[in-house]
């Protein structure tokens, strides 16, 4: 289990580092073609959840492979699965329901780090 935690980890960090590196450095005009919902908030929030999503993949990897503070690991988990609540709320109101579909996945596989981290397969 804790090989599969591993690669649950890789995959997320993964994703939330290219979107994050995305948000972070791309005009929101020219996010606005892949990300609809950007149109809903300023360039300041556009590039405040960029930075969410670095901070996330770092957490999810830095501090469990390092050894050093690795409750950080299973609470950038928790964090994530939040930030994929939140995300939910705005694509439901925006009724982008492959969007809900996609932050329901996230946020399981977030869940289930924090859960094994925090748990039976923590440090």
Do not use: C
């Amino acid at each position: 289990m804790n090989v599969f935690l591993w690669i649950v980890q890789a995959i997320l960090a993964a994703g939330f580092a290219m979107s994050g590196v995305a948000k972070t450095t791309q005009p929101k005009d020219k996010l606005a073609g892949m990300l609809p919902w950007v149109e809903d908030f300023s360039p300041a929030t556009v590039r405040f959840i960029g930075v969410m999503g670095l901070l996330a993949a770092i957490g999810l990897i830095v501090p469990a492979a390092t050894r050093t503070a690795p409750v950080l690991t299973p609470a950038a988990g928790t964090g994530v699965a939040v930030l994929m609540v939140l995300a939910a709320a705005t694509h439901i109101r925006r009724k982008e329901l492959s969007g809900v579909a996609v932050n329901a996945v996230l946020f399981a596989l977030a869940v289930l780090v924090a859960w094994g981290r925090f748990g039976p397969y923590g440090w």
